[in-house]
């Protein structure tokens, strides 16, 4: 529920823009989903799927996870610091290390280019890097170093759901019908490599790929813990059984995640709507939110449900194809019953508009004659 809160703040710094209100100056990263995004999204995860299920069958697999191991390695000092400072600011307060992220190197650079008019285009970056994020920079190292050396499944956990909390934090869908889109194609996804791609492949390539791939990309929890547990007591550590593992891939919490962020959106605008008189802040979450409510609930649903189905089979499943309806349905079943359906299906999320671009030119002085 926080980290939807977090998403649905984008969406209150543009209605406090409406409102002329002032807004924080953090910088916005998240990037707009739209229903074009949507639809490639299945193909684009099946052309990676298939290359990593052939990777592992015929090439080198102590390789392939040594490169993954890598990336991840960089990948979590750059991922991990800026989730953890947001959640600080959620938890704690708006200025928790205000002093420490006040405290910076800024690296600038220009680029320059001349066209044929003689006019020329300026572009400056600048990269800043605090003191919060290079301090946490290097608890992240240690952590990573722990966990390559470790391999234990809590620490691969945690940084797991670092990675998922800031794929929420960067995604946001243009509209309710691009999510539907989205939870639909991914629902289809989901159930060909689970189930369909053992006619072609002779296994199921999601869950070949899934249990191979010793990386953070999946929350695992113990399926044997009751067991451990009299293990334990009985005979102590020395007697604690080889743990069995159920398995959450990330993509199971991300996209559901930034779908349960829309319906967090969707009731922030109708709550502006009919109560212009709030005052939003970047923390304020204070009026009625039925369709978070009911599609968070509709989450849950659908997690519970895939484990029980998982522990009566005893086998993998794709979780998509009971989180995209119980997500979907939950949403459409509140706007149905509240006669809010044309305007759900017509809202347009204000945190997915782009900013008009300002593009500097600057004419030479000199010209070739």
Not at 145 to 163: D, E, K, P
Not at 200 to 214: H, I, L, Q, R, Y
Request: aromatic share 12%; hydrophobic share 50%.
């Amino acid at each position: 529920m926080s980290v939807s809160a977090y998403l649905a703040s984008e969406s209150t710094k543009k209605l406090r823009k409406e409102k002329g209100l002032a807004v924080d100056d953090e910088k916005d990263n998240a990037q707009g989903l739209n229903s074009s995004d949507a639809w490639l999204l299945p193909v684009f995860g099946s052309a990676a799927l298939l290359s990593l299920y052939l990777a592992f069958k015929y090439l080198d697999r102590e390789m392939i996870l040594l490169l993954i191991q890598v990336y991840f390695g960089v990948a979590s000092v750059l991922v991990i610091p800026p989730v953890v400072l947001r959640l600080s600011r959620m938890a704690l307060g708006e200025n928790v290390l205000t002093r420490w992220e006040k405290q910076a190197l800024v690296f600038s650079w220009k680029a320059d280019w001349s066209k044929p008019d003689s006019t020329r285009s300026l572009a400056k970056t600048d990269f800043r890097l605090d003191r919060a994020s290079m301090v946490l920079g290097a608890v992240v190292i240690g952590l990573m170093g722990l966990y390559a050396v470790t391999r234990h499944w809590m620490l691969s956990n945690v940084i797991a759901a670092c990675f998922a909390i800031q794929g929420m934090m960067l995604i946001q869908l243009d509209s309710f019908a691009t999510g539907f889109i989205l939870l639909g194609g991914l629902f289809l996804y989901d159930i060909f490599w689970v189930f369909g791609s053992s006619k072609f492949a002779g296994e199921s390539v999601m869950v070949k790929v899934a249990t191979n791939f010793d990386g953070p990309i999946k929350l695992v929890v113990p399926r044997n813990l009751c067991d451990a547990f009299v293990a334990l007591r009985e005979h102590g550590w020395s007697a604690l059984p080889a743990w069995k593992f159920s398995l959450l891939g990330l993509g199971d919490i991300v996209v559901p995640g930034v779908f349960v962020a829309l319906a967090l959106q969707f009731d922030q605008h109708l709550a502006s709507s009919r109560h212009p008189s709030i005052s939003f802040d970047r923390f304020y979450y204070q009026f009625a939110k039925p369709y978070f409510t009911f599609c968070m609930t509709g989450y849950i649903v659908g997690l519970i449900t895939t484990m029980f189905v998982m522990h009566v089979f005893q086998a993998g499943q794709p979780a998509l194809l009971y989180l995209s309806p119980s997500c979907s349905l939950s949403v459409l079943l509140v706007a149905l019953a509240r006669g809010e359906l044309h305007a759900l299906w017509n809202w347009v999320n204000p945190a997915t508009k782009e900013a008009p671009k300002e593009t500097k030119q600057v004419a030479t002085a000199d010209k070739k004659a």
